[in-house]
């Protein structure tokens, strides 16, 4: 009987999480344990639904079948939860709530954790009270958390104002840059003719942009076109030459080439010049080539790039890597030659240097001038690009102003 009545004790007790200890009468009550004086144990023998245990050293406990307890704490758990679903204003303590009470250690199912010390024919009923509750539970919050939810979408609505006759906005899909039209044109042009297209590099040697073509340390072209410097030997490139010695080292013999690309320059930004800009090289290396060959080859680029009609005229010039050299001009295509705004009154437009390579220029690439000579041109691309499309301000080709792209 005593070790009984022990044993009840710390059961209860566990049950609750208290850990062992002497209960008062009011926690007692709560649990559905009943401290009861030993004098006026037979009285209570008597009402139904109690039962006794007693130590010599403990007080007497009476435990009632727990089903009157379990009903009001699960009629308390469901008003106290419905009160508080009623003061809730935010999604967030709706969820709170929802875990204090149906979580894995909520309230309810606290409850339903110690069914076990129901009396066994009582928990069915027990059973069905805390399910039913906590449907009841779960269909309140439910019905809560869609009101609020179409509380923020309304308030979201009434504070963007939605105005339906706007025109849709259009998505832009670019548009190909006027310099890009023009080199493709240029490429198509040359391809036809039996060219190659090759690249070369834009951060390169000082030999290869200067000393290969015969510009060598003093020399005062090297002055005209100042550049950007990674250190004494490495720089920026300032013309598309270059490629022109890259392609005579790989010691494949015809050339035809041309060879577009980015070059930079120490210049001022305005309306016709920028740090950085595009040219475009040719190189034909064969055996007998001549300046008839320039003349020919570049009187049919002009022509195809700038209309039938256009005539050519070439300049002499200086360019310390070819020998003869010349300017290539074309006949204004707006006026046709006789002079305009355009042309500026000239009737003519410069368009490329060009000339025959400079036999030392092929002796530094190991090509021997005696077998083999060349012509060569470099053009600039906005140039083409400006002169093509009528824009009289390069700094336009670098906005990327899709409004100003769209149009050519
Ligand atoms: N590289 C020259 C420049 O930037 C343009 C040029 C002139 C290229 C004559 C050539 C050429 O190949 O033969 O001004």
Redesign the pocket.
């Known amino acids: 009987m005593q070790a009984q009545g022990l044993f009840l004790i710390m059961a209860q007790v566990s049950v609750f999480r208290a850990g062992p200890r002497t209960l008062s009468a009011n926690e007692s009550l709560d649990l559905g344990i009943r401290v009861v004086p030993r004098i006026i144990r037979p009285l209570l023998c008597m009402q139904q639904g109690t039962f006794f245990v007693y130590s010599t050293r403990t007080p007497i406990i009476e435990m009632t079948r727990k089903e009157d307890t379990m009903k009001a704490k699960v009629d308390q758990i469901r008003e106290q939860a419905l009160a508080q679903i009623k003061d809730c204003d935010t999604i967030e303590k709706l969820n709170e709530i929802r875990v204090s009470i149906l979580g894995k250690k909520g309230e309810l199912t606290e409850v339903l954790k110690s069914m076990k010390d129901v009396a066994p024919e009582d928990r069915p009923k027990v059973g069905q009270w805390v399910n039913e509750t906590r449907t009841e539970i779960e269909t309140v919050l439910e019905e809560a958390k869609t009101r609020m939810e179409k509380a923020v979408r309304e308030a979201k609505m009434r504070a963007e104002v939605i105005d339906v006759t706007l025109p849709a906005k259009k998505a832009e899909i670019g548009h190909r840059h006027p310099n890009t039209i023009a080199l493709e044109e240029v490429e198509r042009i040359f391809v036809g003719m039996g060219y190659e297209v090759v690249e070369g590099p834009e951060v390169e040697k000082d030999y290869y942009n200067f000393e290969a073509l015969n510009i060598p340390a003093d020399h005062p072209a090297k002055d005209e076109q100042d550049t950007f410097y990674i250190n004494g030997d490495i720089l920026l490139r ?2 598309t ?1 270059g490629v ?1 010695v890259h392609e005579m080292e790989k010691g494949k013999l015809p050339i035809r080439m041309i060879a577009p690309g980015r070059v930079f320059r120490a210049d001022e930004v305005d309306a016709t010049h920028s740090p950085s800009f595009h ?1 475009i ?2 190189l034909v290396i064969d055996k007998n080539i001549t300046f008839a060959d320039l003349k020919g080859t570049l009187a049919e680029f002009a022509k195809e790039m700038f209309g039938e009609d256009t005539r050519v005229k070439f300049r002499p010039h200086h ?1 310390p ?2 020998e003869p ?1 010349a300017e290539m001009d074309v006949s204004c295509f707006k006026c046709g030659g006789k002079g305009c705004r355009f042309c500026k009154g000239e009737g003519w437009i410069e368009i490329l ?3 025959m390579v400079h036999p030392h220029v092929l002796e530094m690439s190991h090509i021997d001038p005696e077998e083999y000579t060349g012509f ?3 053009v600039g691309l906005e140039r083409i690009a400006l002169l093509k499309y009528e824009i009289d301000d390069m700094r336009l080709l670098y906005e990327n102003d899709i409004r100003f792209l769209k149009q050519f």
Do not use: D, H, P
């Open positions: 300032t013309q030459s022109q040219q090289e040719g360019f890597f070819t050299s240097g060009c000339g060569a041109f470099g």
